[in-house]
C-alpha cells in the first residue's frame, strides 16, 4: 500500500515469476480437470494481518492458504456475473493466476483454489472469507464485498504469506470513507490523483471528493466557459480516466463547485458579478448572488460537469460566504438583503438569499441526475424565512465561524452529518490559522466518527452510521508550494491508514499504535 501503488505489484510473498503462457488464462468456458495434489505448506499463522483490522476472525485447525503458481480462481456465476473484474483484478494482483469461469456442478474447486461466491446479505459491503483444507473461499453479497475480501488477502499475503485457517466476517462501520482534495489551489498530476485512488481503495475507502473550483484555480477543462480555466488543469478525458479507474476499484470521485464563496478564478474573467458591499468595494471570491445572471453561470458549469461525474453525489460548498462573515449582513450588503426581501418577503435575510442560492443549486443538480447532495456545515441557518433542502446531507467541518452551530443541532434537525473535524481531519499546507498537520497516531488513538467538533464525542445514541454517515480526510492547499506532492503523499499516509481504522471499526483497535505502524511499513 505504501506510495498508493497497489498490493499486487510485486509485493513480498506474492508470486513474482511471469506464468507459462501454456498453463491458461482466462478461460472462456469450464473444461473438465484432472485431480490435483493437495499442495503442502507450511501452516499460516496468526490472525490475519490487514489495514483496517477485520471486524472477526474464528480460526480453525489447519496449514491455512497460500498462492501458487498452480492456484485458480473459480467463479461459478461465469464470465459475465458481477465478479468477473474481481477475479480478473485478484488474478493479476496475485501475479497472474488463472481464471476459470464455471457454473455449479461443471467446475470442481481443487485444493490450492481460491473461489468467489454473490452470496445473500444485508450489508452491501460485508464479505466473509473461509480458508479451509487448502481451499479459499469469498462469498458478499454485492461485487463491492468481494472486492474489500480480496483487498484482505493480499495484505494477509503480504504480511504472513497466506490466509491462515479459519472463517473472517467483515463489515465496515460507515458507509462513507474517503479523501477530500483541494486541486484547486493547488495542481495536481493526474498520475498522482490517480495513485491516491488506488491507496484509497486498497485501504477500503470509498469516496474521493475533488474540490476543483476556488479563488487561486479552476483545474477542470471547460468547454461552455474555457475563459474560467486555469493554465495548469486536469482535460476532460484525464478526469474520464479517474473516475473510470475509481469506478472499477468501487470509488466514487465526489466534485465539488463551491459557492457563492470561494469563486475567485470564475470571478475573475467575470469581474461584473463580484460582490459589493456598503462601502463599494468587491469581496474577493463572493459571487453577488441577487444577480440571475450569477445563478445563471455557475448553473451552466454545474449541467456542464454533471455527466463527468456519473456517480451521482454532489458537494454544494456553502462555506465562508463573505456577506455572512460579517457581524450585520444586511447592514454591509444592503443589495443582498433587499434581494432577499423582494424573493422571500418583508421578513427574510441575507441568510434566507444564501439558503434559498443553495437550494437551487442543490435542484439544477438533482435535475442533472444527481441523487445525492451535500454542503459545508456554514451553509445551514436555524430559522428564517428559507429552510435547506432537507435531504441535504451536512458536511461537518468546524465550530469556528460567526454564529458556529454544534453538530448535535443539525442531528436534532434529522440531518445526516459526514465527518471532516478540522481537529483531526484537516492536511493544511503551510499550518495557517494555528493549524497543525494531523498525525496518524492522535486519529488512532484519540478520534471516533461521534468526535464531530473539537475533541469530544456526542453519545453513541445520536452517532450511528445512519445518522453520522463517515468521515473524509481532508487536503487544504492554502499555501501550495509549502509542500511537494510527494511530501503531502508521505504526510497524510500514516493519517489515512488510521482514518481507515476508525471508519471500519471505531472500538478500540486490536493493535497498539507502534504494532499498527509496524503493520502499515510491512504493508
Not at 465561524?401 to 481537529?423: F, T
Not at 481532508?474 to 508550494?481: E, L, M
Not at 482514518?499 to 509496524?518: C, E, G, T
Amino acid at each position: 500500500m505504501a506510495d498508493g501503488r497497489g498490493l499486487g505489484r510485486g509485493p513480498r510473498g506474492l508470486l513474482r515469476e511471469p506464468r507459462d503462457p501454456s498453463s491458461g488464462g482466462d478461460s472462456k468456458a469450464a473444461t473438465a480437470t484432472s485431480a490435483a495434489p493437495t499442495p503442502t505448506w507450511a501452516p499460516v499463522t496468526g490472525p490475519p494481518h490487514a489495514i483496517p483490522a477485520v471486524r472477526a476472525f474464528h480460526p480453525g485447525q489447519g496449514r491455512g492458504w497460500r498462492p501458487t503458481k498452480t492456484a485458480r480462481i473459480v467463479v461459478p456465476a461465469g464470465e459475465q456475473s458481477p465478479l468477473a473484474d474481481e477475479a480478473r483484478l485478484l488474478a493479476r494482483d496475485l501475479g497472474g493466476l488463472r481464471t476459470i469461469w464455471s457454473a455449479p456442478g461443471r467446475e470442481t474447486v481443487r485444493p490450492g483454489d481460491i473461489e468467489l461466491r454473490q452470496a445473500d446479505g444485508p450489508d452491501p459491503e460485508a464479505y466473509t472469507l473461509t480458508a479451509r483444507d487448502t481451499r479459499l473461499t469469498l462469498t458478499a453479497p454485492t461485487d463491492a464485498g468481494i472486492f474489500y475480501g480480496t483487498r484482505t488477502v493480499l495484505q494477509s499475503v503480504r504480511a504472513s504469506g497466506g490466509v491462515p485457517e479459519g472463517t473472517v466476517e467483515d463489515r465496515p462501520d460507515r458507509p462513507q470513507r474517503g479523501l477530500s482534495l483541494d486541486i484547486a489551489r493547488k495542481h495536481f498530476p493526474a498520475q498522482w490523483i490517480e495513485d491516491r485512488i488506488r491507496e484509497l481503495a486498497d485501504l477500503k475507502f470509498n469516496q474521493l471528493q475533488l474540490h476543483f473550483s476556488d479563488d487561486q484555480g479552476f483545474r477542470i477543462e471547460s468547454e461552455r466557459h474555457p475563459e474560467v480555466v486555469s493554465p495548469d488543469h486536469l482535460t476532460k478525458a484525464q478526469v474520464r480516466h479517474l473516475v473510470e479507474l475509481a469506478r472499477g476499484l468501487h470509488v466514487t470521485v465526489i466534485p465539488e463547485i463551491d459557492s457563492p464563496g470561494h469563486l475567485g478564478a470564475v470571478l475573475k474573467a467575470h469581474p461584473h458579478l463580484r460582490l459589493t458591499g456598503s462601502d463599494g468595494g468587491t469581496v474577493r471570491g463572493a459571487i453577488d448572488i441577487s444577480r440571475p445572471e450569477a445563478a445563471g453561470l455557475v448553473d451552466d458549469l454545474l449541467r456542464e460537469y454533471a455527466p463527468l461525474f456519473p456517480g451521482a453525489h454532489w458537494h454544494l460548498g456553502g462555506d465562508e460566504y463573505a456577506a455572512l462573515t460579517t457581524r450585520s449582513p444586511e447592514a454591509s450588503y444592503p443589495g443582498l438583503a433587499q434581494a432577499a426581501r423582494e424573493k422571500y418577503g418583508p421578513s427574510a435575510t441575507v441568510r434566507d438569499l444564501a439558503t434559498g442560492w443553495l437550494n437551487d443549486r442543490d435542484h439544477t443538480l438533482r435535475a442533472a441526475g444527481a441523487r445525492t447532495t451535500e454542503a459545508w456545515n456554514d451553509g445551514y441557518f436555524p430559522g428564517g424565512t428559507i429552510a435547506p433542502e432537507p435531504k441535504r446531507t451536512v458536511a461537518y467541518w468546524t465550530g469556528k465561524e460567526i454564529g458556529a452551530r454544534e453538530p448535535a443541532d443539525y442531528l436534532d434537525e434529522g440531518r445526516r452529518v459526514v465527518n471532516l473535524n478540522d481537529e483531526y481531519l484537516y492536511y493544511v499546507l503551510g499550518e495557517p490559522n494555528e493549524f497543525r498537520y494531523p498525525t496518524g497516531e492522535r486519529i488512532y488513538k484519540e478520534w471516533t466518527p461521534a468526535v464531530l467538533r473539537g475533541t469530544r464525542p456526542l453519545p453513541a445514541s445520536r452517532t450511528g452510521p445512519d445518522r453520522v454517515l463517515g468521515a473524509r480526510f481532508a487536503v487544504w492547499c492554502d499555501f501550495s508550494g509549502a509542500q511537494t506532492p510527494d511530501q503531502i503523499a508521505h504526510g497524510i499516509r500514516m493519517p489515512l491508514r488510521a482514518l481507515s481504522q476508525k471508519v471500519w471499526n471505531p472500538d478500540r483497535p486490536p493493535l497498539s499504535w507502534k504494532d499498527f505502524k509496524a503493520l502499515a511499513d510491512r504493508l
